[in-house]
């Protein structure tokens, strides 16, 4: 299902020019400091825990789904987010737009449900109480946490490594890559919090799911600690998993609203009705 696929900085090096120290002397140039991967990969993932909202396109391809792509604008508290999505294969591929607002999401395939009516709502309490399906399982990654969260798991690399220098979208940034387990990734969760860890998870089952054992991780960081591209590899019996992450803003206002109340048909309502029938 399309709508089930998935889905990070600092600059290896700072300096700024010597002031001149006496009469005459002109300024040298101070020798840039060089830190290690895994101190460039820290400072980036405390920068991304402290971001507030966030812009982002995503791309590449997701096994069982085939090519994808979308762009998205959330806000982490409140949580909010919209998104336009297209890819998947056979009768599953299309565009689709998500959007989340309070305890309810709405889903937009582009095809009418009803005469007048091309958005379905679902009210996610109500779902929870009478045990239905949680229609924003599989999109725990981009949904539900801030996408660039995964890359704190690329500080449980064995094999990290700087890559070099890449200027993207006219950003100077230092590139960094390494492997990761499923199983590395759940033990650097081990001195987070009970919310973190279960927000997390969930991001975990997925990767599970489509058979992904193992991650190359790249992670490409700007001069202010932030990070600008992300890139997830690996290799299943359902297909090749590659997605790419771009960040295009951070910490800006994002209003997500909820579609016009004529154009939506709300599911709790029907089921409802339909009880009542």
Known sequence: MLAGALLCGTAACTGEDEKPSGKGRTPAAQKPVEVSPAAAIKRAAAKNEKITSLTYSMSGKVPG?????????MSMKPLAMQMKMKGGTGADAGEVEIRLVGDAMYMNGGEPIEPGKTWMKFDLSALKEAGGKD????????????????????????????????????????????TVTLDAMRKSLENEDAET??????????????????????????????????????????????????????????????????????LAAMMKDAEGA
């Open 65 to 73: 789904d085939g090519a994808i792509e979308a762009q998205a604008s």
């Open 135 to 178: 229609p924003m399982a599989g999109l725990s990654g981009p949904a539900q946490q801030n996408p660039a969260e995964d890359s704190t798991a690329l500080t449980a690399s064995k094999d990290l490594k700087k890559v070099g220098e890449q200027t993207i979208d006219g950003v100077r940034t230092t590139h960094y890559s390494g």
């Open 197 to 266: 860890k279960k927000r997390r998870e969930k991001g975990f089952e997925q990767y599970e799911k489509m058979g992904v054992e193992k991650l190359t991780m790249d992670m490409w960081i700007d001069g202010s600690d932030h990070t600008k591209q992300f890139r997830t590899r690996s290799t299943t019996d359902k297909g090749a998993l590659d997605l790419t992450i771009k960040f295009l803003d951070y910490n800006k206002p994002v209003t997500v609203k909820a579609p016009p109340a004529g154009q939506t048909l709300d």
